[in-house]
C-alpha cells in the first residue's frame, strides 16, 4: 500500500511512519523544509508541504491509497493558532484528497482524548457520547474530527482519540524522568487522578492495523490503551523502578499548577514563544480521570497491545539515556 503521512518528524508520526516502512509499505511524508530528518533513517519518499498551504497538499495525495494524517500543534499561542492548524489544516487536506484522491481506501485522522473530554466517575465514556472538551487544543482537534466526518470520506475514515502515549522520543514525560533522577514527584491530588496509557509503538500497530485492515473499519472511533486504568503514582512508580531511583512524592496543591501555568503564559508573551505547560493544560490536568477503553478495537480488528507500564518505562528510560536526552 503507498501511504501518506504527515507529521513524521514528530513524535507519534515517527513511530507510525517506521511501523508502515518496517511492513514494507510504501510510504510519502508531508514534511516541511525545516523539519527534523532524525527519526526518519527508512526508506521514504518525501513532499514538502504544510496543512496550512492547501497548494502544497494536492500534489502530495496523488497517488497514494491511504493518508494517515497526525500533524497537529500540541501547544499554541492561541486557540485561533491551534484551531487554523489541528480543525483548518485538517479539512485543507480532506478537501485535497477529494479533489487529488477521490478514491483513497483510507483516512486516518489522529485525535486525542482531550477532543472527547474527561471521564466522570473514573469510566471510559462511550465514544458516541457528546464531545466535551475542556481545553483549547481539545475544542481543536474536536473541529478536525468533526471535519472528518462531514467530508465525503467520513465511511473511509478512523478517528484515534489517543490516550497519553510515552515511549523513545517522548519530549513529553521526560521532564517526569527528570524529576525522578532528582528524587522529586510532584503529585495532583495526591496522584490518585486516573488515566489511561500506551507505548508509542502499540499505538502506531493500532493505527497501521485501521489502515490496512480488510474488515470495513470506515467511520470508527478508536481509542489505543495497553487495558489497566492507572493512578498517577502508578506511572511515577513505574519510571522509579525503571531509574532505578526512589523519589520524594510531594504534594502540589491545584492553586501551585495554575500560578505555574500563569508564569509559563506570560513567559511566553516575552518570548513570543509558545508554551506546553499553560492554565489551558491546568484545565485539563484538574479533571481527575482521562480513560478509555479499546474493546472495541480489540474486537474489530484483533489489536492487542504489547508493552505494559513497566517494560514501557524502562524501554523509555533506556532511550532517552542512549539518545542523551536524560
Not at 499561542?77 to 485543507?92: D, L
Not at 521526560?174 to 528524587?183: N, T
Amino acid at each position: 500500500m503507498k501511504v501518506l503521512i504527515t507529521g513524521a518528524s514528530g513524535f507519534l508520526g515517527s513511530h507510525i511512519a517506521e511501523q508502515f516502512a518496517a511492513a514494507g509499505h510504501e510510504i510519502r511524508l508531508l514534511l516541511r523544509r525545516t523539519s527534523s530528518r532524525e527519526f526518519l533513517t527508512f526508506p521514504h519518499e518525501e513532499a514538502i508541504g504544510d496543512v496550512t498551504d492547501p497548494g502544497s497538499l494536492r500534489p502530495a495525495v496523488e497517488g497514494v491509497e491511504a493518508v494517515v494524517h497526525p500533524a497537529g500543534l500540541i501547544k499554541a499561542r492561541s486557540e485561533a493558532e491551534f484551531r487554523a492548524v489541528n480543525e483548518q489544516g485538517t479539512s485543507n487536506l480532506l478537501k485535497a484528497i477529494e479533489e487529488r484522491a477521490p478514491d483513497l481506501r483510507r483516512f486516518v485522522y489522529i485525535s486525542s482524548m482531550s477532543a472527547h473530554g474527561p471521564s466522570p466517575g473514573g469510566e471510559p465514556r462511550p465514544t458516541e457520547a457528546e464531545p466535551k472538551p475542556v481545553s483549547a487544543y481539545g475544542r481543536s482537534k474536536l473541529g478536525g474530527e468533526t471535519a472528518t466526518r462531514a467530508s465525503a470520506l467520513a465511511d473511509r475514515s478512523v478517528i484515534f482519540r489517543m490516550p497519553v502515549i510515552y515511549g523513545p522520543r517522548d519530549p513529553a514525560l521526560l521532564p517526569f524522568f527528570k524529576a525522578v533522577r532528582l528524587r522529586i514527584a510532584p503529585l495532583l491530588w495526591g496522584g490518585r487522578n486516573r488515566l489511561s496509557i500506551i507505548y508509542a509503538s502499540d499505538a502506531a500497530s493500532a493505527v497501521v492495523a485501521a489502515t490496512t485492515a480488510d474488515t470495513d473499519a470506515g467511520g470508527r472511533t478508536y481509542c489505543p490503551e495497553d487495558g489497566i486504568v492507572y493512578a498517577w503514582r502508578d506511572l511515577l512508580s513505574a519510571i522509579e523502578s525503571a531509574s532505578g531511583r526512589q523519589a520524594l512524592m510531594v504534594p502540589i496543591p491545584l492553586i501551585g499548577y495554575q500560578a505555574a501555568g500563569l508564569g509559563s503564559e506570560l513567559f511566553g508573551r516575552i518570548t513570543g514563544q509558545a508554551q506546553v505547560f499553560d492554565r489551558d493544560k491546568v484545565r485539563e490536568m484538574r479533571r481527575r480521570a482521562w480513560v478509555c477503553s479499546s474493546t472495541e478495537l480489540r474486537e474489530d480488528l484483533g489489536w492487542r497491545p504489547g508493552v505494559q507500564i513497566e517494560e514501557g518505562a524502562r524501554l523509555t528510560h533506556e532511550w532517552y539515556r542512549e539518545a542523551g536526552w536524560l
